[in-house]
């Protein structure tokens, strides 16, 4: 198991209110995240859901993968991985007002059956990253066509 955070002081260039508009608009959050398919969400109840879809990893295969996710806006939310390489993690993201930009803190137990353990923490740092570039694109876009609207 590997205990691993980011609290370097990454912001998305929109207040808290966008982001979380942002992330709870399925097609526009979906759609930002480009290595992934066939994405399904299914409500628990008024604060959880799960969330599932493919990814590809670094190889090109495709690997199913299915999170819990509870969120308590505008605060920040949970993620527990039921299914996929990190099955049995649990993540917190925290969002935190920064006028009009957000900063975004990660903190997460990570555990892998199919990854090596010297191999966990860069792979999860690098799928941070990414996940954090692709929302910050996905954050722009969906501003842009609220704008237009």
Known sequence: MARISDTEGSEFDAPVETVW???????????????????????????????????????GKWVKVANKITVFPPLGMVAESMEGPLTGSKMFTVYTPKGSRTEVAVYGEFQSASVPAHQLEPMVRSAWENSFNEDSEGIRDFKISKAKA
């Open 21 to 59: 508009a942002y992330i709870q608009h399925p097609d526009a959050h979906g759609r930002a995240h480009k290595g992934s398919r066939n994405r399904a969400m299914k409500p628990i109840n008024d604060t959880s859901f799960v969330v599932s879809w493919e990814q590809q990893t670094p190889d």
